[in-house]
């Protein structure tokens, strides 16, 4: 499962739903298609790092 990886001074998260769960996606295009979309978006400013990576699962960088 691929993921939003954010990094932001050293510290790593990772896009979260509504749910407050990881918002994970079958594969790595799907996940590039929507980092692509939130980047695109006015209502969201990136002062930090973000990339698709494949989800490690908690506790985990």
């Not at 990094?7 to 998260?13: A, D, E, M, Q, W």
């Not at 407050?20 to 295009?29: G, N, R, S, V, Y």
């Not at 692509?36 to 990136?46: F, G, N, P, Q, V």
Request: net charge positive.
């Amino acid at each position: 499962m691929y993921g939003i990886k954010v990094t932001s001074n050293g510290i790593v998260g990772w896009i979260v739903g509504k749910d407050a769960d990881i918002w994970l996606f079958k594969d790595k295009a799907s996940a590039a298609a929507e980092l692509k979309r939130l980047k695109s978006d006015d209502r969201y400013s990136w002062n930090c790092e973000a990339v698709v990576a494949e989800f490690p699962g908690w506790g985990k960088k």
